[in-house]
């Protein structure tokens, strides 16, 4: 149960594409905030679902979900999903007015949103790429991290209604730096996973009171919060917690095409990559990305 308060301001009027299970409860925080939303969802059952729960209204296409908001606020799958919902004469595009804002959590390429910032302009919209890290548990509880790409004035106009699901919501830099620190993001849990990983099995294989090992260590340098948050259960084998591998692997992709690109060396990340490919094959592809330990499990 969400214990989130919500910082008062002015009701907008406010669209949400994209109702996963991500973007189910933060179009949720945005009425609990007091602003009017309509909802569009490729699967109109989800959005009835979610108009019963919160009040708010559902519409059947996203020009008809985006006509009078002051905000679109959209969370899909990848890029090519969110440029059906942005683009053409039933996209959010078609039906936004003058001046309103497009704000994008999907966690895309920067190229899209590079695209995407470039086409609003051209229509007199503006557009913020915004993707988000903090897992379904910090949708549900409006505590979302939300790194930002676009317009100064943009930014600073969203923020205040982001802050309905997003503990921080920071600018990084003009259209296209939020994805890139999201992939920053995403780096940086790979190989934190990994690792964690790797000492979870070593201390199994020693025969140590793994979860003991966990509590000591948790209160040094070793600390992460991977490790408060799934040590515990990756020593049980449970893997049923929200962002799943085939999310991951997604996100990868993303950081390794970019990679390309810009001529970062990732050896690590390209390494997990595969190991999270493995746990694909092995089965795993809804399992939670702290599932990479199977890997690593002896057969007993």
Known sequence: MSTRTYDPISPRNVAFLGLGVMGYPMAGHLVKAGHRVTVYNRTPAKAEAWAAE?????????????????????????????RSVVLGPQGAFAGMKPGAIFVDHTTASAHVARELAQEAVQRGLQFVDAPVSGGQAGAVNGAL??????????????????????????????SGAGQLAKMVNQIAIA??????????????????????????????????WQMDNRGKTMVEGKFD????????????????????????????????????????????????????????????
């Open 54 to 82: 919160y009040g708010g209204c559902r519409a059947d296409t996203p020009a008809q979900a985006a006509q009078g908001a002051d905000f679109v606020f959209a969370c899909v799958g990848n890029d090519d999903d969110l």
């Open 145 to 174: 991290t939300i790194m930002c790409g676009g317009p100064t004035e943009a930014f600073e106009a969203m923020r205040p209604v982001a802050l309905s699901f997003g503990r921080a919501v920071t600018r990084i830099g003009d």
């Open 191 to 224: 190989g934190v996973v990994q690792g964690l990983s790797e000492a979870i099995a070593f201390g199994q294989c020693a025969g140590l009171d793994m979860p003991l090992v966990l509590d000591v260590i948790g209160k040094g340098a070793a600390q992460s």
């Open 241 to 300: 917690f929200g962002f799943a591998v085939d999310w991951m692997r997604k996100d990868l992709g993303l950081v390794l095409e970019e990679a390309k690109a810009n001529q970062a060396s990732l050896p690590l990340t390209a390494l997990v990559d595969q190991f999270y490919a493995d746990v694909q094959a092995a089965g795993g592809r809804r399992w939670d990305t702290s599932s990479l330990i199977t890997r690593l499990r002896r057969p007993r």
